[in-house]
C-alpha cells in the first residue's frame, strides 16, 4: 500500500478575502496557492504517495471538518501549510491541528512546508525516514 499524505491549508477563498492572510503572505494569492499545491501534489503522486487535500475555514467549522478527514484514513504524514502556521491569528487553530493529529493518527509524521511550492521537499525531509539535519 502507498504511503499516504494529508495536506492541510486554508480554504482558497480564505486566501484573498482574509485581512489577516493578506498581512502574513501579501506575495501570496488564492491563484498562487491553487497552481502550487496542484503542482505539488502532482509530483507527490509521481513519487508514489496517495494524496488528499483538506481545507479550512478560520475555526468555525475547521476542527470538525479535520477530524472527519483524519478519521477517514490512517495517513502516515500530514503536511500543515505555511498559511495556517504562519499566520499569528491562526496559531489556536495550528494548536488544534496539531493535538487533533496527535490524538487521531498518533504514528502520522508531521510536515510542515513553507509556501505552496515546498510540500515535497516537506515531506522528503521525513520519508521514507527521517534524514539527519546537516
Same mark, same amino acid.
Request: glycine share 6%; with cysteine; aromatic share 6%.
Given at each position: 500500500?502507498?504511503?499516504?499524505?494529508?495536506?492541510?491549508?486554508?480554504?482558497?477563498?480564505?486566501?484573498?478575502?482574509?485581512?489577516?492572510? &493578506?498581512?502574513?503572505? @501579501?506575495?501570496?494569492?488564492?491563484?498562487?496557492? &491553487?497552481?502550487?499545491?496542484?503542482?505539488?501534489?502532482?509530483?507527490?503522486?509521481?513519487?508514489?504517495?496517495?494524496?488528499?487535500?483538506?481545507?479550512?475555514?478560520?475555526? &468555525?467549522?475547521?476542527?470538525?471538518?479535520? &477530524?472527519?478527514?483524519?478519521?477517514?484514513?490512517?495517513?502516515?504524514?500530514?503536511?500543515?501549510?505555511?498559511?495556517?502556521?504562519?499566520? $499569528?491569528?491562526?496559531? $489556536?487553530?495550528?494548536?488544534?491541528?496539531?493535538?487533533?493529529?496527535?490524538?487521531?493518527? $498518533?504514528?502520522?509524521?508531521?510536515?510542515?512546508?513553507?509556501? $505552496?511550492?515546498?510540500?515535497?521537499?516537506?515531506?522528503?525531509?521525513?520519508? @521514507?525516514?527521517?534524514?539527519?539535519?546537516?
Amino acid at each position: 500500500m502507498p504511503p499516504s499524505i494529508l495536506i492541510v491549508g486554508l480554504d482558497l477563498t480564505l486566501v484573498d478575502d482574509a485581512p489577516s492572510s &493578506r498581512a502574513a503572505f @501579501p506575495e501570496i494569492d488564492s491563484q498562487v496557492v &491553487r497552481v502550487g499545491v496542484t503542482a505539488e501534489r502532482a509530483r507527490l503522486k509521481e513519487l508514489g504517495f496517495t494524496v488528499d487535500v483538506c481545507l479550512l475555514d478560520y475555526g &468555525r467549522t475547521a476542527e470538525a471538518v479535520y &477530524r472527519a478527514a483524519l478519521s477517514g484514513k490512517d495517513y502516515d504524514i500530514v503536511v500543515i501549510g505555511a498559511g495556517i502556521r504562519l499566520d $499569528p491569528v491562526l496559531t $489556536p487553530l495550528f494548536e488544534v491541528l496539531v493535538d487533533t493529529t496527535r490524538e487521531l493518527v $498518533p504514528g502520522a509524521k508531521l510536515c510542515f512546508n513553507v509556501s $505552496p511550492s515546498t510540500t515535497v521537499e516537506a515531506v522528503q525531509r521525513w520519508w @521514507p525516514e527521517r534524514k539527519p539535519l546537516a
